[in-house]
């Protein structure tokens, strides 16, 4: 498969997750566009983390732009795409806030919520398996 062909498998396997979260965080009433990039424009070469997605909300209206560099992707666990995926759509949730309170600290504090609510929600949905599937086995 090449990388092109890599990359759509990527968007086709993250799509079903766009419906699925959005529904489950009360998020579908917004009017969302994804856009799926095949490079990254962000250029995030000469970090240690690449990123995968970003969102711009207008949260007064219900209107956000998604947008996703599959090529930052294509290395990724179903498990990480359904995380990112959460993670983003909480982003969402939490825009509103931005407008409430500003201090230095703020977008540092936000991302560890994010970061920490992405998570236990997918450990919700996961409840009833048996093993976490982003947790390493041991063995």
Known sequence: MNKKEQMSAVRNKLEPLFDKW???????????????????PIDSSDSAYKVSMNVMSDWSYMLATINV??????????????????????????????HTYREDDYQNHKE?????????????????????PGEESSG
């Open 22 to 40: 959005l529904k489950i965080l009360g998020l579908d009433e917004y009017k969302i566009d994804v856009v799926y990039y095949y490079n990254d």
């Open 69 to 98: 560099y599959l090529i930052n992707l294509k290395s990724a666990s179903e498990y990480e795409l359904e995380e990112d995926v959460v993670h983003e759509l909480i982003h969402m949730c939490l825009h509103e806030m931005e």
């Open 112 to 132: 560890r919520v994010v970061v920490k609510l992405s998570r236990a929600i997918m450990r919700l949905a996961y409840m009833d398996d048996t093993s976490n």
